[in-house]
Nanobody, 124 residues
Framework: QVQLVESGGGLVQAGGSLSLSCAASGDAYNNNAMGWFRQAPGRARVFVAAINYGGGIPRYAISVRGRFTIARDDASNTMYLQMNDLKPDDTAVYYC?????????????????WGQGTQVTVSS
């Protein structure tokens, strides 16, 4: 199994920044690609960003490209999401996910493990 724990959510005004972290652990955590997804109230969960094991060129949803940056530190089994220029439409529960492959994906069904989520609220 893989355990994923998100942290860093909160309330911020539009135009502000937040940084999310995802700490991974467990016997099955090994060379996993990881990603961030989000779910706004009343809407389906959608892809935000993803990164291969070992780094490389990340994937981003069009809606966050240029504002969000995904990164990972494999030495500490931690993934990050730096969110800048936040907008009210970014309000959602943000989920960390890991898949049993070193290659990232934007497909929710491609991920095998999920965190419990952290709330991000952007006020106008």
């Amino acid at each position: 199994q893989v355990q994923l724990v998100e942290s860093g959510g909160g309330l911020v005004q539009a135009g502000g920044s937040l940084s999310l972290s995802c700490a991974a652990s467990g016997d099955a955590y090994n060379n996993n690609a990881m990603g961030w997804f989000r779910q706004a109230p009343g809407r389906a969960r959608v892809f935000v960003a993803a990164i291969n094991y070992g780094g490389g060129i990340p994937r981003y949803a069009i809606s966050v490209r240029g504002r969000f940056t995904i990164a990972r530190d494999d030495a500490s089994n931690t993934m990050y999401l730096q969110m800048n220029d936040l907008k009210p439409d970014d309000t959602a529960v943000y989920y960390c996910a890991a898949r049993q492959s070193r290659w990232s994906s934007s497909g929710e069904d491609e991920y095998d493990y999920w965190g419990q989520g952290t709330q991000v609220t952007v006020s106008s």
